[in-house]
């Protein structure tokens, strides 16, 4: 990987947008949950994703790609494929239905803490006292957040459905990262951001379609097409599925992950904005106090 730029308007533009998005997401997924059912809306965004990426990445469906030459390796990519499309955004779409678009947004943002304690529990890797202290500052934060300011209540707390799921799909996310990092694909693959999230997306669409496949056979699952749902739709799939991705992998290679992951901190300050302009849900004192902890927290243990 290259070595990480100055900072520039346009790096700091390309991070800019993916949280931008990606909160986007977030709001509009609490705007149309009486309109679909959480787990068809994730399939329906990875389709449109794989549709828009076909004319960009067709050669990695083609048997001479890489993806079926090393099949035992990118056997992996089916995890990968699981945890990170299948199951976080489907985690986080279930936590907007019963959860506000903001503490959804803080309660991801407690991804450093869980990074730390998936590579250390599963991977072996021992984190060092700043990034300790960094991931517990953040963890005061989600906990700030989960007890709606009132520390008292986390002796009696009782979290709504949509906490827990966006923790379960934090988690995965945790996991998604490490092997992520882990894989060793061509490198030919890794340089091209759309043959590599399609590398994904062929086994990530086969994961959100069984999970949709399975809430409509056991759920009173439902889908009610109009132009509302149309737009959401194609906003999800085209924004934060695909130009999201691009614009973070290249702000990434431009600033490093580090000062990038700084940056993904924006995104529950976004949120809280879209959410009073859309939602009319206006965020409370304990909601910047929190994303004050969060990015603390990130700047401690990324601080040299």
């Given at each position: 990987?290259?070595?990480?730029?100055?900072?520039?308007?346009?790096?700091?533009?390309?991070?800019?947008?993916?949280?931008?998005?990606?909160?986007?997401?977030?709001?509009?997924?609490?705007?149309?949950?009486?309109?679909?059912?959480?787990?068809?809306?994730?399939?329906?965004?990875?389709?449109?994703?794989?549709?828009?990426?076909?004319?960009?990445?067709a050669p990695v469906l083609r048997p001479a790609s890489p993806l079926w030459a090393h099949w035992k390796r990118y056997a992996l990519l089916g995890l990968?494929?699981?945890?990170?499309?299948?199951?976080?955004?489907?985690?986080?779409?279930?936590?907007?239905?019963?959860?506000?678009?903001?503490?959804?947004?803080?309660?991801?943002?407690?991804?450093?803490?869980?990074?730390?304690?998936?590579?250390?529990?599963?991977?072996?890797?021992?984190?060092?006292?700043?990034?300790?202290?960094?991931?517990?500052?953040?963890?005061?934060?989600?906990?700030?957040?989960?007890?709606?300011?009132?520390?008292?209540?986390?002796?009696?707390?009782?979290?709504?459905?949509?906490?827990?799921?966006?923790?379960?799909?934090?988690?995965?996310?945790?996991?998604?990262?490490?092997?992520?990092?882990?894989?060793?694909?061509?490198?030919?693959?890794?340089?091209?951001?759309?043959?590599?999230?399609?590398?994904?997306?062929?086994?990530?669409?086969?994961?959100?379609?069984?999970?949709?496949?399975?809430?409509?056979?056991?759920?009173?699952?439902?889908?009610?097409?109009?132009?509302?749902?149309?737009?959401?739709?194609?906003?999800?799939?085209?924004?934060?599925?695909?130009?999201?991705?691009?614009?973070?992998?290249?702000?990434?290679?431009?600033?490093?992950?580090?000062?990038?992951?700084?940056?993904?901190?924006?995104?529950?300050?976004?949120?809280?904005?879209?959410?009073?302009?859309?939602?009319?849900?206006?965020?409370?004192?304990?909601?910047?106090?929190?994303?004050?902890?969060?990015?603390?927290?990130?700047?401690?243990?990324?601080?040299?």
């Open positions: 990987m290259p070595s990480p730029q100055r900072l520039t308007p346009l790096t700091i533009l390309l991070l800019v947008v993916p949280p931008l998005l990606w909160a986007g997401n977030a709001v509009v997924g609490r705007l149309v949950r009486e309109l679909v059912s959480p787990l068809t809306l994730n399939f329906v965004r990875w389709v449109i994703a794989f549709v828009l990426l076909l004319p960009l990445a990968l494929g699981l945890l990170g499309i299948g199951l976080y955004n489907a985690f986080q779409y279930l936590a907007l239905q019963t959860s506000t678009p903001i503490n959804v947004t803080l309660v991801g943002s407690s991804l450093p803490l869980w990074m730390l304690a998936v590579g250390s529990l599963f991977f072996g890797a021992r984190p060092h006292a700043r990034a300790i202290g960094g991931a517990l500052l953040s963890m005061l934060g989600v906990l700030l957040v989960l007890s709606r300011g009132e520390w008292r209540q986390l002796l009696a707390l009782r979290l709504v459905p949509g906490d827990l799921y966006m923790i379960l799909g934090t988690i995965a996310w945790a996991f998604y990262s490490w092997l992520l990092a882990r894989t060793h694909e061509p490198a030919a693959l890794r340089r091209d951001w759309a043959a590599f999230l399609m590398a994904q997306l062929v086994f990530g669409i086969a994961w959100s379609g069984a999970l949709a496949a399975g809430e409509w056979t056991l759920t009173p699952a439902h889908l009610d097409l109009g132009w509302p749902l149309v737009a959401a739709m194609a906003f999800i799939g085209i924004g934060p599925a695909v130009l999201a991705y691009r614009c973070w992998g290249t702000g990434v290679q431009r600033a490093g992950p580090q000062v990038a992951g700084i940056f993904m901190n924006l995104t529950p300050l976004f949120a809280a904005v879209m959410s009073a302009a859309f939602l009319r849900e206006a965020p409370h004192w304990y909601h910047g106090a929190a994303f004050v902890l969060i990015v603390g927290g990130i700047v401690v243990s990324t601080r040299r």
